[in-house]
């Protein structure tokens, strides 16, 4: 039997009302409430990362090469899969390659018009991401005989156009000669981000290749998704240095780099906010052990006196501490989970899809984050146990024994 981990467990404070009975709950609601806060503040400063990142790919991925133009108009030279295909092979890094195209439009509801932006994908095209941004219909299907007529718009576009699924919209295209193709609406949108919501459509790319007169091998750019996103700086460098000198690359995080950046600086002030929340924790513990010796020292001069070593003393401390620690960690745990499954399952606090992109706060679970917290609350905190258990080697049994 530990003699230390006994003695800790017969430990009870001296009433109900006392100061110490006061004080140990107050570090294990302060345990309880910090550890909770970090969970919470994790899940949802991941969720909103993940959403919003997850709204951003399902427009563009993390890498775009495209031809070279010093417009940078929407509707620039076309590039060769061949040539895509060359210089892109042999990177282990790399998941899929999208071709992809843009092309600028006038549609035409039943009484409104409206200038939009299409963008046209084939039946490579991964369009997985975007079913999660649908509120109605379907995302597009395509054939293998003919262009697809089937498009898909975003919420805004749909109530500015008067536009529902299954109706028609008649696009216009400037060119030379002047185009009109007709479309039937299959799905409708919303990303919450202006950037998309405002003006982009998503069509077949073989209405994009008739117009402008490409063949089946050429398109406006092609779309890279890692199978890393945290690697794209490395990936991209690789594919700059292997690709064509008439070819352009842009990364994601550099074609949205407020959002990316804003992302950055959130999760850089959660992170000083829980140093924060660790440090008064940690306080806590520090000041109840400490008086938990100052109203034993009776008991410490004794069990000195009967020849307990400092060290197993010091040991008494540690695991009572301890005890109070799980006690936290538990109470903890179970009020942030709680939280986070009726927010995640209920949507309960919601939020302004103009500031924040998304109508409701994000939840993500992500159970080793989890593990993480309470591990270096438990150590931290046992850490700190360790400062005032110094002072034991500071009391004499003579005097300790006469303290009152």
Known sequence: MNIARYISSKITDSGTE?????????????IAIGLAIMI???????????????????????????????????????????AIEKDLKGIAEIQTKQPYAFKTAIAKGSDEVLGIIIKGVDKTYDLGPMRGNLVEGKTITFTDTAASNEIMVSRQIA???????????????????????????????????EEFDQAYVIADLQHIRDLNRWDDTLAGGYEIVLKDFA?????????????????????????????????????????????????????????????????RTNMIGLLKALGATDP??????????????????????????????LQDRFKIIPLDPENYYMDTVPINWNFGVIVLLNAITLILTMLSIIIPTLMITRIKPVTAIKFD
């Open 312 to 341: 197993q003393i010091r040991e008494i401390f540690f695991f009572k501490g301890l005890s109070l620690t799980l006690k936290g960690l538990f109470w903890g745990n179970v009020i942030a989970l709680s939280f986070c499954y």
């Open 40 to 82: 919470v503040s994790f899940s949802i400063l991941e969720g909103f990362r993940n959403q919003i990142q997850s709204k951003i790919f399902s427009f563009a991925a993390h890498i775009q090469v495209s031809k070279y133009d010093t417009n940078n108009s929407f509707e620039g030279d076309p590039v060769s899969s061949l």
């Open 159 to 193: 109530d500015k156009l008067r536009l529902h699924i299954g109706d028609k919209a008649t696009f216009y295209f400037i060119q030379n000669p002047p185009r009109a193709r007709r479309f039937t609406v299959t799905g409708i949108y919303k990303t919450g981000l």
């Open 18 to 30: 006392s100061f110490t009975a006061s004080v140990t709950k107050i570090a294990i609601i302060s």
């Open 231 to 295: 690697k794209i700086d490395t990936v991209a460098n690789v594919i700059f240095d292997k690709m064509d000198y008439d070819l352009q690359l842009e990364k994601i995080t550099d074609q949205y780099a407020q959002l990316f950046d804003w992302m950055k600086l959130l999760k850089k002030n959660v992170i000083i906010f829980l140093i924060l929340i660790i440090f008064v924790a940690t306080f806590n513990m520090i000041s109840t052990v400490f008086i938990m010796i100052l109203e």
